[in-house]
């Protein structure tokens, strides 16, 4: 609830009020297009220091998880198939919501009872960032790299704090469309050289055999390269430029999207997300 407060000559007159319902405070927090990794990135509000409500703890969930149910989250979390309210089974128990994660849920670490790290050095520290591998766990014991502050809401009382956090296994999923082209590659290369070499070792096997099956091999292998490496690249650059070349011309869908390729993330993914999210707002 906001208030503004109404005067006239220095007297009180009255108050506007203004209410927003904590769902549209969770939508907006959630919303898929503010996550750059979009399997798994999470946002959310937890208590700080509550002076209007004492009985409310530090760590308590102000606004509702991605993974309370399968609203946010792709359908059911991909990472365990479950989501908070059917249960996230961990090796340390079953970690559950009864109707919502605000005010329900302490984001502890259910190794140890207590504050996951993120949350606990953000409380202590006013704000924090941790992105280096392992990692941490968070609420569901699993390994995240995230980012932490506090605020306070103008004529708060209470201090608020904010997690982004995102799976490790995701963030670090990340390969240059270079690194993927030279190791396809060297697949392709090593794997029709060795073909050859074994024909060449295949007793009876003359010269005149030889040459020109290791020719179609190494044509094979080049033929590979361009169905997974060359063509595939080609094809997610020709749909990126065709998208662009409709909307600089004015004829364009603003609403239409690049589809995600799921399995690995590369310039042509995780900058396309961003390219999508900039021309989306």
Known sequence: MFYQPLTRDEKLLGALCGRVPNDVLGDLIQREAGH??????????????????????PGTALSRSR???????????LKLGDNLKDGVRTAYGVIQVRQHTELELVFNDPSTGELHPGVRETI???????????????????PVIGKGVTFRLPASPDVWGMMCEGDLEEVYRYRSVAFRLQRLY???????????AAVLLVPGVGALTALPLSLALTLAGAWAFHVFGGSRLGRRLQQTSTMLRGI??????????????????????????DRDRAMGQ
């Open 248 to 273: 600089a011309e004015g004829g364009g869908d603003l609403r239409q999207r690049l589809p995600r390729e799921s399995g690995h993330m590369d310039e042509g993914t995780h900058g396309r997300g």
């Open 124 to 142: 202590r520290k006013g704000d924090n960032l941790f992105v280096t591998y392992p990692g941490y766990s968070d609420y569901r014991h699993i």
């Open 186 to 196: 060297l697949l392709t290369a090593v794997g029709a050289w060795a073909a050859a």
């Open 36 to 57: 750059v990794f979009h399997e798994s990135g999470d946002n959310y509000l937890f208590m700080v220091r509550s002076n209007f409500d004492p009985s409310i703890r």
């Open 67 to 77: 993974f309370e149910d399968s609203t946010f989250s792709l359908g059911d979390n």
